[in-house]
């Protein structure tokens, strides 16, 4: 078969399969990116059914769909939000990166993978799915929940954090020195620095000069710009992941949401093409020796992640059932730990198996923690004051002649439904559980 032919037959099936993929994780409730990863491993080397002619131009696809993800979010967040956020959320950004990169550090010593591995790992367990996260929040009806401002104030510290963690592993990775680390991380701040104030000074002018009212322009303007950006700080070793998300940062407004519904399918499309890609790279038979170590991993972090989001939501003020569903909303792992364990596989190739079984795991895992951590948390609380309750019946029966409700007398639970809140912001009294969403 001609090698066009070849490349046609299978870029079409890879597409159609992703399509038909994509339907049913909606249809199941879940999402698509573990599917997309299954499917990268049947198609891979050692898989069912390997794919050789449409390998390079995957590859160039999966370059492009990291570089939307990162445009997409970059386009959600203006650069006063994202000061905004620094301010506020720094004392929670820094608990997120101890509890959560630590674990992958450590396991990464004890695997003895070295400083890089260690560096690689500590990025992959650090990094929540904003992506899978947002889905998630969406789905749910969550957007308008007290908790949710504190959920992405999280998520964007994290992805500022990246325009400084990405350039220090690239550097690590091509065994550069101390100085050409120092000198790569200087640039990277430099840069970041520089477009957050052209962003917060001039935004205007760069997004008049970027609008069009005619769709096609905008879009070739402003995917043209993204991937010219992206290519240059590639080569200024920031990362085109992180130039891209600079680009989404400093366009702003009417031709924010105008490039956000125009690039939205091109990013799912390249986005999936890229799971598929990372699938592709990694040899299934490699995953089942990893299946303990990346299980124990998950399950360390699934309880450092809850326990973030816990302490963010309570810094902000947040009552007990907000608290709960922060942390448990925060709990998925997706892109980002495929970016960088995708960085580091050249160089540290062990990584890629333990980081696809690990974001396999919890990307499954993520969604039901956000549904069910606060429920389950509920539940056992309302057990132990049950057990409590019979506990002290006996000593209280002479006292109490009424059964008195959870939060009657505190002013928190019925008195605040009877002022009108929504049950979803009533986040100081234990929620029914039977209904997570509330």
Not at 328 to 338: D, H, K, M, P
Request: charged share 15%; no cysteine; net charge neutral.
């Amino acid at each position: 078969m001609h090698d066009t032919t070849a490349l046609l037959v299978e870029l079409g099936s890879v597409i159609l399969g992703l399509g038909i993929i994509g339907r049913f994780a909606g249809r199941i409730g879940l999402s698509p990116i573990p599917l997309y990863l299954l499917a990268g491993l049947a198609f891979g080397e050692g898989g069912l059914l390997p794919l050789g002619a449409s390998e390079e131009f995957t590859a160039v696809g999966a370059e492009i769909g990291v570089i939307l993800l990162l445009l997409l979010l970059g386009l959600e967040y203006s650069a006063s939000e994202l000061v905004t956020s620094l301010k506020t959320q720094y004392p929670s950004g820094a608990v997120d990166f101890f509890l959560n990169a630590t674990p992958g550090a450590v396991a990464a010593l004890l695997l003895g993978w070295g400083p890089v591995g260690a560096v690689a790992l500590a990025g992959v367990t650090w990094i929540s799915s904003s992506g899978v996260i947002a889905k998630v929040m969406t789905d749910l009806g969550r957007l308008g929940n007290r908790e949710t401002p504190v959920i992405l104030g999280v998520l964007v510290i994290e992805d500022l954090s990246m325009a400084v963690y990405l350039p220090l592993l690239t550097a690590m990775l091509a065994g550069v020195g101390l100085a050409g680390g120092s000198i790569a991380l200087l640039i990277a701040l430099g840069t970041v620095g520089f477009v957050l104030y052209l962003a917060l000074r001039h935004g205007r002018l760069i997004s008049r000069a970027v609008s069009s009212d005619n769709p096609e322009m905008l879009l070739l303007v402003v995917l043209g710009l993204t991937v010219l950006v992206a290519g240059v700080a590639q080569q200024l070793q920031v990362s085109a992941a992180v130039g891209a998300f600079l680009v989404g940062i400093a366009l702003s407004g009417e031709v924010a949401e105008g490039a956000r519904k125009l690039l939205m399918p091109l990013r799912d499309l390249f986005a999936a093409v890229f799971f598929v890609f990372f699938g592709l790279s990694t040899n299934p038979a490699e995953i089942p020796p990893v299946l303990l170590p990346a299980a124990l991993l998950a399950v360390v972090t699934v309880l450092t992640k809850i326990f973030t989001g816990w302490y963010a939501a309570r810094r902000a003020g947040i009552g007990s059932r907000g608290r709960w569903r922060a942390g448990g909303t925060l709990v998925a792992r997706g892109e980002f730990s495929i970016v960088i364990a995708g960085l580091a596989v050249a160089t540290e190739p062990r990584i890629g198996p333990i980081a696809t079984a690990y974001v396999l795991i919890l990307v499954i895992v993520g969604p039901l923690t956000a549904r069910w951590t606060q429920p389950v948390v509920a539940r056992i609380q309302g057990l132990r004051g049950r057990g409590e309750g019979k506990s002290g019946t006996a000593g209280e029966a002479g006292t109490a002649g009424v059964t008195v409700a959870p939060g009657a007398g505190t002013g928190t639970g019925a008195d605040a439904e009877a002022k009108g809140r929504t049950p979803s912001h009533d986040d100081l009294t234990p929620e029914p559980v039977g209904d997570p969403r509330d």
